[in-house]
DNA sequence: CTGAAAGCGCTTACAG
DNA sequence: CTGAAAGCGCTTACAG
């Protein structure tokens, strides 16, 4: 190659690297001589001697024994709002699905496979959690978003503002007796932020504010659909849902659609997520959305801060008006 | 590090990569130094070295204008299973989501950065699909799914199969004028290949086949829409639909409920993708889905088997019954 | 402005 | 079974 062009290895670098040292002519000469011969840099050596990958690694925590395309789809939205915010530094997005113990790994920074990691995904896998907390007493080139945990660096919706949006919504809609449902002690720590949101939107609106409704199920789908029921069974009167997330609203509604209980007529609904499956819906969900593109920004700028930089960080969210509340 | 653990740098990397060669002894010893000096060997180095990178890139094409959280979520289950696939054989994923000309870059694997490259994504930006097919001429380690050309090297769902399961399941439920919707000179190759199934398996049930239909719309869920809307205008008779894709049943349900047009009492409605926002829809969405573990490990094959090994993969389909058909 | 040389951190023939 | 040496393909001081 660097004989192609006549001149030194030195200089076929300089010139494909956009050195200002380089005569114009040289450089033409260097890019037509990459251009004949259909040459590329390699991107590993290169990398190699400058010491940095330009690349950051992304996991995604599933749930045990569930594929990758069962994953939530808010976290492919928050995946693909990382990874373009990652190419808008000019970094290259190494990423990976991780739901089994066995295949936990977090070493990207160490291996210098990366410069930064960020971690998204369900609260719900403890062991993968517990793992990456570990990783990240090693390496401060780390972010994590819905951690089940405060003592790491994170990244997390605006969820007290998320609350009192939901609630004021409702409000307006005509509602007085509002229930959030979603268990406050879980390892999302986002639900209990949404909790207290819920409760000084019910403050402020000189509303009394109801205990958090809990609910099992294998998903939140199915904790959606059972808290519905649960509070029908025992004769709580409520006009306003807030859900702490959309996959339990979703389950809500086909419940409350089953039990002929009118949205919004009879009760007005709101999630939390965002979902565009929330479009299609019956009736299509009001719901808190993160600013997902700002999500993204967060997370890589945290990933490749480094220590001392180190902020939590908060994403504004937005309530999206669709049809299940008046 | 070789140091510590009193070896040559060359017994450290063998004991390391699992080597035969080396004794038990040795290798525990190593390894202890690793672990109490935080240790881990530099994937780049090694892989510049032994001249292979472990990767596989893929790229995500969007629709130009429009960022990353608003892919289509078939994508993004496609995405997820082709990271599993590369998982499962050992390869670690680099992802870039790709919509505007000037963000095009399919070089990865001549730049080392990657043994392979697959691209999955709209059929509808065709600029994109322009340089890609570019690259596949210059490199024999590509693979396409849902491209809009039949000169290179692709995987694709069974829609012969897939047209003729959803046809036969709406003639099942009583259906006898069915509707196929889609453009069958789209972009998107695959729709006029489910419309043949659609085709086949109307002959096959002793029915006519009606000619496709057509619909603009800025996106697929419009067309949908606006499908329903020219089909009552028009005065066909129908009492079954069958979508080219999810995203337009969606819609096309939708107009139907403002419409007053019961689903599946007065018409029986059919999609294809397997999207999970079907499961939501009112009602949900009978659909055909294809086998998207199968597709990601169809993808990573044929992307890393390189040029004699060629072949055009059919990924098995299967239907999902939900409510919208009786 | 350009070239010769060193070196990034590994792996792998080649000896022993 | 293990070590010394070469070399993967670049970039970057160091000279000139």
Redesign the interface.
């Known amino acids: 190659m660097a004989e192609r062009a006549g001149v030194s290895q030195s200089t076929v670098s300089r010139a494909l690297a956009g050195s200002e040292t380089i005569t114009e002519a040289t450089r033409r000469r260097v890019e037509q001589a990459a251009e004949e011969l ?1 040459y ?6 290169a ?2 001697r400058k010491g940095q ?1 330009g ?1 950051i690694a992304i996991v ?1 925590i599933g749930r045990a024994g569930q ?5 939530n ?1 808010f976290y ?6 990382t ?2 915010a990652a ?1 808008e530094r000019g970094f ?6 991780q739901a089994e113990p066995e ?1 936990f790994f977090g ?1 990207y920074v ?4 990366a410069d930064g990691l960020v971690v998204i995904g369900t609260a719900t896998n403890g062991a993968a959690w517990d793992y990456f907390r570990d990783r990240a007493k ?1 390496s401060d080139e780390i972010a994590f978003w819905g951690s089940p945990f405060d003592d790491a660096v994170w990244v997390r919706s605006d969820n007290l503002s998320g609350g009192q949006q939901a609630v004021a919504r409702l409000v307006a809609g005509g509602a007085r007796d509002i229930v959030f449902v979603g268990d406050t002690n879980s390892t999302q720590r986002q639900f209990s932020e949404r909790y207290d949101g819920y409760c000084q939107g019910m403050a402020a609106a000189g509303l009394t504010a109801h205990p958090p409704i809990e609910s099992g199920g294998e998903d939140r789908v199915a904790q959606g659909r059972e808290a519905v029921t649960r509070l029908l069974a025992q004769g709580t009167v409520f006009d306003g849902l807030f859900f702490a997330c959309d996959a339990m609203a ?1 389950g809500a ?2 419940e409350l ?1 089953a039990r002929d209980v009118a949205v919004p007529g009879a009760v007005g609904v709101i999630g939390f997520d965002g979902l ?2 929330g479009e ?3 009736p299509p969900l009001t719901t808190v959305e993160p600013d ?2 700002q999500a993204g920004r967060l997370l890589v700028q945290t990933a490749l801060a480094g220590a001392d930089e180190k902020i939590e960080c908060r994403v504004p969210v937005r309530l999206v008006e669709r049809a299940s509340v008046g």
């Open positions: 259909g590329h840099v390699n991107a590993r050596a990398g190699l990958t690349t995604v594929g990758a395309a069962r994953i789809p492919y939205s928050l995946l693909g709002s990874c373009a190419a290259e997005a190494l990423v990976s699905f295949e070493h160490a291996r210098r496979q090693d979703l509604l086909e659609a565009g499956t299609f819906s019956s997902f593109a």
